[in-house]
T-cell receptor, first 115, second 114 residues
Framework: AQSVTQPDIHITVSEGASLELRCNYSYGATPYLFWYVQSPGQGLQLLLK??????LVQGIKGFEAEFKRSQSSFNLRKPSVHWSDAAEYFC?????????????FGRGTSLIVHP | DAMVIQNPRYQVTQFGKPVTLSCSQTLNHNVMYWYQQKSSQAPKLLFHYYDKDFNNEADTPDNFQSRRPNTSFCFLDIRSPGLGDTAMYLC?????????????FGPGTRLTVL
């Protein structure tokens, strides 16, 4: 069965600093990989996804992620964090099922941004 | 323009009193999902529909049921809520094609069982 590990429960950065959130996955085949952001009391918003092709994926809000098969990782990065980026971030792996896919989420990383 | 709408946004119910949560979508997507998210935890898939085909996760309690009367609407019924069912319930949709598919989430319904 597939699984996702986000080793950091909380990450604190200063506004303007760079950010990297870690994600490792376990899946027997090439995975579909996703990063979502969730603001308090809200649903999840997709930041970016990887299905195939270029391993460096650009997303919304200035985020990017790199798929590294050898490390089973899909880390999320942003060069300069804004205070509005403070939120919960979820990495997910999608497993094909019928005509769609079933995402399995990591436990999330809470991003705290200091002014 | 809201694409996945959940009603109500907040629901309080009593232990054992049935409750129904609603999800509607304007995207004409084939696939609809229901997730349960407890405080500070990852969303956990309860079940999903591909068109009318219902797919239940193996560990979803029998207490949780779902209906999808048409493409646009999907309901989550909790027949006898327990205190442990207090959570955010998220609805999501996808079009059903892998290569360009994006999963859209609704804002969630926060359910409190007293």
């Amino acid at each position: 069965a597939q699984s996702v590990t986000q080793p950091d429960i909380h990450i604190t950065v200063s506004e303007g600093a760079s950010l990297e959130l870690r994600c490792n996955y376990s899946y027997g085949a090439t995975p579909y990989l996703f990063w979502y952001v969730q603001s308090p009391g809200q649903g999840l918003q997709l930041l970016l996804k990887y299905f195939s092709g270029d391993t460096l994926v650009q997303g919304i809000k200035g985020f990017e992620a790199e798929f590294k098969r050898s490390q089973s990782s899909f880390n999320l990065r942003k060069p300069s964090v804004h205070w509005s980026d403070a939120a919960e971030y979820f990495c997910a792996v999608g497993v094909p099922s019928g005509g769609s896919y079933i995402p399995t989420f990591g436990r999330g990383t809470s991003l705290i941004v200091h002014p | 323009d809201a694409m996945v709408i959940q009603n109500p946004r907040y629901q309080v119910t009593q232990f054992g009193k049935p409750v129904t949560l609603s999800c509607s979508q304007t995207l004409n997507h084939n696939v609809m999902y229901w997730y349960q998210q407890k405080s500070s935890q990852a969303p956990k898939l309860l079940f999903h529909y591909y068109d009318k085909d219902f797919n239940n996760e193996a560990d979803t309690p029998d207490n949780f049921q779902s209906r999808r009367p048409n493409t646009s609407f999907c309901f989550l019924d909790i027949r006898s809520p327990g205190l442990g069912d207090t959570a955010m319930y998220l609805c999501a949709t996808t079009g059903g094609g892998f290569s360009t598919d994006t999963q859209y989430f609704g804002p969630g319904t926060r359910l409190t069982v007293l």
